[in-house]
């Protein structure tokens, strides 16, 4: 199928919202600045799928972009929840400070 | 489309059972607050599901538009990771960490069934698209199950740390699918090997995205270096939670990556034709970047665990470690290489669910699960000694405990394949991991117990369980043939010629 904009610009986008999200996962240190990070990662994936999905025409691959989301929906909300239960007992959300458990 | 999707249906009963038993005590716990209730109605799904898989007719076939595979090796990796879940839901009737909890018992043991049902799906998965949802089904209840106890600030911290690495490495799967995607325009592993075998793929960009999908598999088996979730994990979480993402959430691992390496990389019409290895695609050797992972997961796992005073935290190095020894039967690439990996799988569900068995009770009734609280254990209770001391000389690879028969045939299938020197890695490692069980023994039986140290005696549910797990960490060590004969039987993989 014809896209206006060719598919490297994409790819490309997708690229660097990859790196930015791994890049925020391994500089920040809130718990929740993480979260958005993998949130990036995933939604990298997703454009990547996308764009290979209607250049190629076969639509697999936009299917499992709505897997994507459900999961990325449900990581989230699991993953806040546990960052409240974990301010419940710490009063923080910050990495550094979850250091009862190290070797 | 109907008609296709009962015939499929057929194949699924063992998921269907459990989804049906995940919903039943999702909804009984409305009703009742009864501990023992919700967890013989979840251990009673997970009976029936094991009762569906050995039913069914031994052929190997694909379900809902080649979604999954049942095949000969997804029904033994599910028989391993259901007896797994039954033990563990058995433990689970005993611990009092989680009788200490009034409330939610009913969703531990929802969540239980739920995670034994993502681990089957991941042994079957046999398109890009459920590995990805098996996985996350998986993690994600898994994630929920080791911050149970979240009162508990480790468990918290468990479970934070658990979700984190547990995205990032998923997450990074998923990119890596989306670039396979990209070059193959499909997501079943069958039509992407096809794509693959074609010759046209930039080799470069398809050894990244294996490698992007090899991090997702090497977080859910622990291996180095995407571990470092494990030991905080394996610490926090209730010892039952961990007793089970040791054993049956690594054998799904496990499962999904050599059925993806197996189809996706291997020259299916070519390959193996004199020797029955496998013959990869392309020129580029997967196994040894797997070797790599197999030798660092070895020698990391054992070397960190000299230095652990906490028993789940050392258990979880000898698990890292273990992974690596597993790997090292996937690294041949042969039927041997993979029968060997099913024989270790079945001798480690005996040998690792006993030492954490122990480390429950220990931990029960001392409340402690530091090195200290081993100190005069085998004078305190002879049984409980004697039983550990069994079990770490089986996770040692003493014969005649099972764990020497699963190395045994590791190391053999090693030999078969001309990989001389991972044996010699694998058996210098073995030595290691005996200094480290044996400190175990040596707190057992030669300090005296701390002042105070109370003399405990074991309930007969509690005498049974450890036998239960006693008898087959023996048994497997001295009468291995049926076990090896069934696992050989069991290497048929839907898709490849034999």
């Keep these: 199928m014809h896209l206006p904009v060719p598919i ?46 209607t250049r190629m025409g076969n639509d697999a691959g936009q299917i499992l972009v709505f897997f994507v989301m459900a999961v990325a929906a449900a990581e989230a909300a699991i993953g806040l929840a546990i960052v409240i239960a974990l301010f419940r007992n710490r009063e923080t959300v910050f990495v550094n400070d979850m250091n009862i458990l190290k070797w | 489309m109907l008609p296709h999707i009962l015939e499929s249906a057929k194949l699924f009963y063992p998921e269907l059972a459990l989804t049906i038993a995940f919903c039943f005590v999702i909804l009984a716990g409305l009703v009742t607050r009864n501990r023992i209730f919700t967890g013989l109605a979840g251990m009673a799904g997970v009976l029936a599901a094991l009762y569906f898989v050995s039913v069914q007719a031994p052929v190997d076939g694909t379900a809902f538009s080649d979604m999954l595979a049942v095949d000969g090796f997804s029904r033994f990796f599910k028989i391993v990771i259901l007896a797994a879940t039954f033990i563990v839901q058995l433990f689970s009737l005993q611990s009092a960490e989680l009788k200490s909890r ?44 080791a911050g149970y106890t979240r009162e508990a600030e480790d468990s918290a ?12 490495a998923s997450g990074m799967m998923l990119y890596g699918i989306s670039i396979v995607y990209g070059l193959t325009g499909a997501l079943d592993i069958y039509s992407v090997n096809q794509a693959l075998g074609s010759g046209q793929v930039n080799l470069w960009t398809l050894i990244l995205a294996g490698i992007l999908i090899t991090v997702g598999f090497g977080y859910k088996i622990s291996a180095v270096p995407f571990h470092f979730w494990t030991p905080d994990v394996y610490e926090g979480a209730p010892v039952t939670i961990t007793a089970l993402l040791s054993v049956a959430s690594k054998a799904a691992g496990f499962a999904m990556m050599i059925r993806f390496f197996r189809v996706t990389f291997a020259d299916l019409i070519m390959g193996g034709q004199e020797t029955g290895a496998w013959a990869m695609l392309g020129g580029f050797e997967w196994n040894e970047v797997l070797a790599v992972l197999a030798v660092l997961s070895m020698t990391l796992g054992n070397l960190v665990a000299l230095w652990q005073n906490n028993l789940k935290r050392l258990l979880a190095y000898s698990s890292i470690a273990h992974a690596g020894y597993m790997l090292l039967g996937v690294v041949t690439m042969s039927p041997e290489g993979v029968s060997a990996v099913m024989i270790y799988f079945v001798v480690y569900l005996f040998m690792n669910l006993g030492a954490f068995y122990v480390v429950m009770l220990v931990a029960d009734k001392t409340g402690s699960e530091e090195m200290s609280a081993y100190a005069g254990l085998g004078q305190r209770s002879p049984f409980i000694g004697v039983a550990m001391t069994i079990f ?23 030999i078969g394949a001309k990989m001389i020197g991972l044996v010699v890695i694998g058996a210098l490692n073995s030595v290691v991991s005996l200094y480290y069980y044996v400190r175990i023994l040596k707190n057992m039986f030669l300090k005296d117990a701390a002042p105070g140290g109370a003399v405990f005696g074991l309930s007969v ?7 239960l797990l006693l008898v087959p960490t023996l048994l497997l060590g ?3 043939g049926p076990l090896v004969e069934y ?12």
Aim: charged share 5%; with cysteine; net charge neutral.
């Design chain 2, 157 to 168: 911290e468990a479970a934070l740390k658990y979700v984190i690495y547990g995205a990032v």
């Design chain 2, 392 to 414: 770490l000389l089986s996770l040692t690879g003493i014969p005649p405990t099972a764990g020497f028969v699963g190395k045994l045939y590791i190391f053999s299938a090693l």
């Design chain 1, 8 to 53: 490297e610009y994409y790819l490309a986008l997708s690229a660097i919202m990859f790196i930015t999200g791994v890049t925020g996962v391994l500089a920040r240190r809130n718990a929740i600045v993480i979260f958005m990070s993998i949130e990036l990662m995933l939604n990298s994936a997703n454009l990547a799928l996308v764009a290979f999905s």
């Design chain 2, 461 to 467: 549910p509690e005498v049974a369980m450890l036998l």
């Design chain 2, 487 to 498: 696992a050989q039987a069991s290497v048929s993989i839907f898709g490849i010629p034999r």
């Design chain 2, 478 to 480: 001295l009468y291995f």
């Design chain 2, 102 to 145: 009034a409330m939610g018992t009913a969703e531990y043991n929802a969540l239980l069934t739920a995670l034994a049902l993502g681990m089957c799906l991941m042994a079957g998965a046999s398109n890009m698209l459920m590995m990805y949802l098996a996985l996350e089904l998986t993690s994600i209840t898994s994630y929920l199950l």
